[in-house]
């Protein structure tokens, strides 16, 4: 059974940072790309960041620059560095599988509970 539990989340003023990270298990993490994914009230979930497998990265250009992501796959861990945090970054942070070219493919129905980022200005 995939379980994805996501935590680091806060609530934080614009221009401070965030660390992210999303523990995995159920699946075969270090042959997998993962991805940071959030979603904003009202807005479609959209793809962050991507780490394939071997650790290289693809990030969304709004955040190129102010987010890294990263991965231990020895921990089956995932992590988002996230800094000089805007108020556009506000919403439910989640991991999930993706596509180490930066595109989107996530286990549906696997999703786990997120972790909330709220940035104000």
């Known amino acids: 059974q995939v379980q994805l539990v996501e935590s680091g989340g806060g609530s934080v003023q614009t221009g401070e940072s965030l660390r992210l990270s999303c523990v995995a298990s159920?699946?075969?993490?270090?042959?997998?790309?993962m991805g940071w994914y959030r979603q904003a009230p009202g807005k479609q979930r959209e793809l962050v960041a991507a780490?394939?497998?071997?650790?290289?990265?693809n990030h969304r250009q709004s955040v190129v620059g102010r987010f890294q992501i990263s991965r231990d796959n020895a921990k089956n861990t995932l992590f988002l560095q996230m800094t000089s945090l805007k108020p556009e970054d506000t919403a439910v942070y989640y991991c999930?599988?993706?596509?180490?070219?930066?595109?989107?493919?996530?286990?549906?129905?696997?999703w786990g509970q997120g972790t909330q980022v709220t940035v104000s200005s």
């Open positions: 159920g699946i075969d993490f270090d042959a997998n790309a």
């Open positions: 780490s394939g497998p071997e650790g290289t990265y």
């Open positions: 999930n599988r993706a596509r180490g070219n930066g595109t989107a493919w996530p286990l549906n129905g696997y």
